[in-house]
């Protein structure tokens, strides 16, 4: 296991990725949630991870958990409506699997407790297009290719990311059970989830984080620019 200070750099350029591939990608977010939701869905993502960026400096004596911590209550702090509490009271309860550092074990136990406890304060269940949608497959398939198929943690966020990108197309053909988009009943049907997409991206900059400290690079079946729906 890589020493503290690694982890700790580890953890804030991967914050670094996320609030910039975010912020890079606030029109399209924007756009997808403007079709089922309350056009905002962009603003708030770039807003939440852009403000947990800006604290590198205050974070770069913490222990690695206290920084995920962190991550959490600033998007809380920030982030509009009931995604801030979704998004960082997640990360928030999470961050306590992290206590002795970061490791395949330990970081299958925090996908899972994040999953959890977004399930828990969302209410969401996969088939109600939401960003469940996309964790639910992700976290699984990490956490069978750690604990069963014994795969090394690259090889594994690999394959999750991939579950996660093909969760983001069962989000299309589906009606929308949970949120604003509920409201739209069939009328949801063809559109893909902006929070699933949220999700693919940020697991998208986790891996390529982990593809620069674990020194080496993953074959994936896809990239997000394939993502469903995409107009570039």
């Known amino acids: 296991m890589a020493d503290a200070e690694t982890q700790r750099e580890a953890v804030l350029d991967a914050l670094d990725n996320v609030a ?30 852009g403000k947990a960026a ?13 920084v995920v911590k962190n991550v959490g209550t600033t998007l809380i702090s920030n982030v509009g409506g009931a995604s801030g509490p979704l998004y960082g009271g997640s990360i ?21 407790a994040y999953l959890d406890k977004v399930k828990d304060r969302g209410g ?32 594994a966020l690999a394959k999750a990311v991939d579950a996660a990108e093909r969760g ?29 997409t949220s999700t693919l991206f ?3 900059e986790l891996l390529e984080t982990a593809e620069e400290y674990l020194d080496g690079e993953v074959d994936r079946d896809a990239r997000a620019e394939d993502a469903v729906g995409r107009d570039e």
């Open 124 to 155: 969401a269940q996969v088939g109600a297009k939401t960003m469940v949608d996309a964790l639910v497959p992700a976290v699984h398939t990490y956490k069978k290719s750690i604990e069963q198929d014994d795969l090394p943690p690259l090889e």
């Open 202 to 204: 940020i697991l998208e």
């Open 20 to 49: 910039e591939r975010l912020a890079e990608e606030k029109e399209y977010l924007t756009d997808l949630d403007s079709a089922i939701g309350d056009a905002d869905h962009g603003a708030n993502m770039e807003r939440g991870f």
């Open 92 to 112: 928030m309860f999470a961050s306590q699997e992290l206590e002795d550092g970061i490791t395949a074990e330990t970081s299958v136990a925090f996908a899972e």
């Open 54 to 66: 800006e604290k590198r400096e205050e974070f770069a004596e913490m222990e690695p958990n206290e």
């Open 168 to 196: 983001v197309a069962f989000t299309v053909p589906i009606k929308a059970m949970k949120g604003r988009a509920s409201f739209l009943d069939w009328r949801s049907v063809g559109h893909q989830d902006p929070g699933a």
